[in-house]
Nanobody, 122 residues
Framework: QVQLVESGGGSVQSGGSLRLSCAAS????????MGWFRQAPGKEREGVAH????????YYYDSVKGRFTISQDNSKNTVYLQMNDLKPEDTAMYYC???????????????WGQGTQVTVSS
């Protein structure tokens, strides 16, 4: 089993920045990539960014390209999401998940965190 714990959420004004963290523990050898997702009230969950924990390859969804950066510290089994130039439409619960890399992105998610809330005011 893998436990994922997100942190770093909060409330910021439009144009501000936040850095989310996702710390993994347990059977960390059972996955080779991590992804960030978000879900706003009344909306479907959407992908934000992925990273291969083996090679550091990244993938970004169009809505966050150029504003968000995913990174990792393998010594801490932690993945980060640096979010800059935040907009009100970025408001959502943000989740990290651990899975298996296939093709150009992380898939087959096995484990999910409990989420951290990000609220951006205009």
């Amino acid at each position: 089993q893998v436990q994922l714990v997100e942190s770093g959420g909060g409330s910021v004004q439009s144009g501000g920045s936040l850095r989310l963290s996702c710390a993994a523990s347990g059977s960390t050898w059972t996955y080779n990539c991590m992804g960030w997702f978000r879900q706003a009230p009344g909306k479907e969950r959407e992908g934000v960014a992925h990273i291969s924990t083996t090679f550091g390859t990244t993938y970004y969804y169009d809505s966050v390209k150029g504003r968000f950066t995913i990174s990792q510290d393998n010594s801490k089994n932690t993945v980060y999401l640096q979010m800059n130039d935040l907009k009100p439409e970025d408001t959502a619960m943000y989740y990290c998940a651990a899975g298996l890399w296939s093709g150009t992105m992380c898939r087959a998610y096995k484990y999910w965190g409990q989420g951290t809330q990000v609220t951006v005011s205009s």
